[in-house]
């Protein structure tokens, strides 16, 4: 059971389901000015925290003892609020999350992660391997690596070790229009 809430101050904190057999799937990330929402759960209902944290950038947060912050839920609506809303937008994020993985081919889902990791980090360049990027999407690292070399093949990138590169970025955009 969990006996602080933490709240980030800065930092980013990964939040990950890992199943008997290893697999590993990752639930949310905890980023400055947020809290993790099982550890809220945890907290409250007296239950065994359900998943595992891991620092993924170096992490300061504001400690709270159980009792102090159960204490504060009973009488603060402020942070009632703050707690209901990040629990929303966790919830809903998750149902998006299982849409993508119910509802979406995983060669579409990879070229969205793609995508969207190359807008984030301003770089064609997406430094992660095989086993990473599988665990972000949910999926068997060889899932991904036979989807990454016929996209290698058919010239959409250029894979290394640890690395990915995007080296016709307009084309990939319009091959993930049209899937």
Not at 110 to 125: A, G, P, S, V
């Amino acid at each position: 059971m969990c006996e602080h809430v933490a709240f980030i101050v800065s930092g980013v904190i990964r939040v990950a389901k890992i199943g008997e057999n290893g697999k590993e799937v990752n639930l949310y990330r905890v980023c400055r000015g947020e809290s993790c929402v099982l550890t809220i759960s945890s907290v409250l209902s007296h239950s065994p925290f359900p998943a595992t944290a891991i620092v993924e950038e170096d992490a300061e947060a504001m400690i709270v003892p159980k009792d102090t912050f159960a204490t504060m839920m009973a009488t603060n609506t402020q942070l009632q609020t703050f707690v209901y809303d990040m629990m929303m937008n966790r919830f809903m994020a998750m149902m998006q999350m299982i849409e993508h993985i119910v509802f979406e081919k995983m060669d579409k889902r990879l070229i969205e992660f793609l995508l969207d990791r190359c807008k984030k980090n301003k770089t064609n360049m997406i430094e992660m391997t095989h086993e990473h990027i599988a665990i972000e999407l949910g999926t068997a690292r060889e899932v991904v690596s036979r989807i990454l070399k016929q996209l290698e093949r058919e010239g959409y990138v250029q894979l290394a070790r640890g690395k990915v590169k995007i080296v016709d970025k307009e084309r990939l955009c319009d091959k993930f229009a049209t899937m």
